[in-house]
């Protein structure tokens, strides 16, 4: 009997495969994304000393789309561009948390380089 694959599973090992090589720092952090159902959120992290540098989701006054779809992901990612840029952040290292590159998470990146990241 071929038994269905579990997605969360799967997502989960992406994950971990992804996180074991890329790594951010203060120069470079990591430019994070979890995407839920309703919402987006991203972070810019220094993995060095475990702080959060910069971060954005659906739920700033600054977007205007309150949903996790296309839309609010190019939104998401303009904004987290401005505000790295704010402090001086262009070069980032994108870690998509497993998620493939593919619909939401290909709009946020797109936007973000747009915007003026670099990765």
């Known amino acids: 009997m071929v038994s269905k694959t579990d997605r969360k599973f799967e ?6 495969r992804v996180r074991r090589k890329i790594s951010g720092t203060a120069e470079r952090p990591r430019l994070c994304i979890y995407r839920s159902n309703r919402n987006l959120f991203a972070q810019l992290i220094d993995d060095v000393t475990g702080t959060t540098l ?18 609010a992901a190019k ?25 493939q590159y593919h619909g939401v998470i290909k709009e946020f990146a797109e936007a973000a380089r747009e915007a003026g990241l670099k990765f």
């Open 11 to 16: 997502t989960r090992r992406r994950h971990i």
């Open 75 to 99: 939104e998401v990612g303009a904004l987290i561009a401005k505000r790295a840029i704010e402090k001086s952040i262009e070069n980032v290292v994108f870690d998509r948390s497993g998620y």
């Open 54 to 71: 910069a971060c954005a989701s659906t739920l700033d006054k600054e977007i205007k789309t309150k949903f996790a779809n296309k839309e």
